[in-house]
């Protein structure tokens, strides 16, 4: 099936599972973003992913099989405040986590950055040793990134400082002035409510919300936000549909969400704002619970540096033993995987997604 029909296909699987809630707008847009560079693309098009990787790389299918992320990329990783108020980096998205081959991740991971640098930076060559390096010291000795006494080259560059935070809050206080004009604003269903209550410190606190559209491969389904002040300052919830992990739509592996499960993991120190209910999440947001996005850097290249490629390996590693101990397959099976197949392998994929990117930008001419 070609990316177009298989695309269609998808769409059509969404907004079953959505109930026909799906926002087209905003699946207007995602498609716009697909055609803008291929790094975009595969951003946005997991679920192809999903469907193709292991006839693209058969030999990634005798991995062990871990709880993992699926949807790896170079701004699949953020920060948060986790419950004793430190700040942590690390992996900050679980909505396609499925239980697969724990070599997907890295191999997405890696192509993720092969598609986002140019020439002049990291070789093929330098991602691949870079991530599967720190990938390996991670299964050794997996923990998480707090960034309150060690790590501080992590804190430097992505807790943000007072002027980044001012813009976060007038860049949201512009939209509730914008919601205030009008007339008679859209209100989430009742569950939704439910939900964002549940995640306030009072019952008594009052919520303005409206609808918010963001990120890439989730665009199409409802998110909303909740804005108020508390005690002298502003509150932030976010609220987004979620459907099955498009692994499992892909490979029959049971349609239950482990996002709870996996951002509980036993190396993770986990964002008590972050709570998976049946198929909505919530989560807080503020200027250092959040994504990290290439838009938000400026340049690609500072998620391309070398010791933060090391880094993202790491993080995987604590992310896969978070549930069963894997430790004793995972180390065998990086063995016998060599530095060099592991840079066939993401060439290879690297080269198929290009393939599609070029397909999908011809066709949508």
């Given at each position: 099936?070609?990316?177009?029909?298989?695309?269609?296909?998808?769409?059509?699987?969404?907004?079953?599972?959505?109930?026909?809630?799906?926002?087209?707008?905003?699946?207007?847009?995602?498609?716009?973003?697909?055609?803008?560079?291929?790094?975009?693309?595969?951003?946005a098009t997991y679920w192809r992913w999903a469907e193709t990787i292991l006839e693209v790389c058969p030999d990634l299918a005798d991995a062990p099989s871990v709880l993992a992320?699926?949807?790896?990329?170079?701004?699949?990783?953020?920060?948060?405040?986790?419950?004793?108020?430190?700040?942590?980096?690390?992996?900050?998205?679980?909505?396609?986590?499925?239980?697969?081959?724990n070599i997907l991740d890295l191999v997405r991971l890696a192509t993720s950055a092969a598609l986002a640098s140019s020439p002049n930076q990291l070789s093929l060559n330098a991602i691949c040793a870079h991530l599967f390096e720190g990938y390996e010291h991670g299964v050794e000795a997996?923990?998480?990134?707090?960034?309150?006494?060690?790590?501080?080259?992590?804190?430097?560059?992505?807790?943000?400082?007072?002027?980044?935070?001012?813009?976060?809050?007038?860049k949201i206080e512009n939209q509730y002035r914008d919601l205030l004009e009008k007339k008679n604003p859209e209100s989430p269903p009742a569950r939704w409510l439910k939900l964002f209550a549940e995640t306030l410190p009072e019952s008594s606190i009052t919520l303005a919300y409206w609808r918010r559209s963001a990120g890439t491969g989730s665009l199409g389904r409802p998110r909303w936000l909740g804005y108020g002040t508390w005690r002298g300052g502003p509150l932030l919830r976010e609220c987004k549909a979620l459907v099955p992990s498009a692994w499992t739509r892909a490979h029959r592996?049971?349609?239950?969400?482990?996002?709870?499960?996996?951002?509980?993991?036993?190396?993770?120190?986990?964002?008590?704002?972050?709570?998976?209910?049946?198929n909505l999440l919530v989560r807080r947001l503020s200027p250092n619970n959040r994504k990290i996005d290439v838009a938000d850097r400026r340049d690609a290249a500072r998620l391309l540096?070398?010791?933060?490629?090391?880094?993202?390996?790491?993080?995987?590693?604590?992310?896969?033993?978070?549930?069963?101990?894997?430790?004793?397959?995972?180390?065998?099976?990086?063995?016998?995987?060599?530095?060099?197949?592991?840079?066939?392998?993401?060439?290879?994929?690297?080269?198929?997604?290009?393939?599609?990117?070029?397909?999908?930008?011809?066709?949508?001419?």
């Open positions: 099936m070609g990316i177009r029909a298989a695309n269609r296909d998808y769409e059509r699987w969404l907004a079953a599972q959505l109930r026909g809630d799906i926002v087209e707008g905003d699946l207007k847009q995602k498609r716009k973003k697909m055609r803008g560079t291929a790094f975009a693309f595969l951003r992320v699926g949807d790896t990329h170079l701004e699949n990783f953020g920060t948060w405040r986790d419950q004793e108020g430190r700040a942590v980096w690390g992996v900050n998205d679980y909505d396609e986590a499925a239980e697969m081959p997996p923990e998480a990134f707090v960034l309150d006494r060690q790590h501080m080259w992590l804190r430097k560059r992505f807790v943000v400082g007072e002027a980044e935070r001012a813009l976060f809050w007038q592996g049971g349609m239950r969400l482990r996002l709870n499960e996996i951002a509980d993991g036993r190396y993770r120190s986990p964002d008590p704002w972050y709570q998976a209910s049946g540096h070398p010791d933060l490629l090391w880094a993202m390996g790491r993080d995987l590693a604590a992310v896969h033993l978070g549930g069963r101990d894997r430790r004793d397959a995972i180390r065998k099976d990086l063995a016998k995987r060599k530095q060099r197949w592991s840079r066939a392998c993401v060439e290879t994929a690297t080269e198929f997604v290009s393939r599609e990117y070029a397909e999908w930008k011809k066709s949508a001419k």
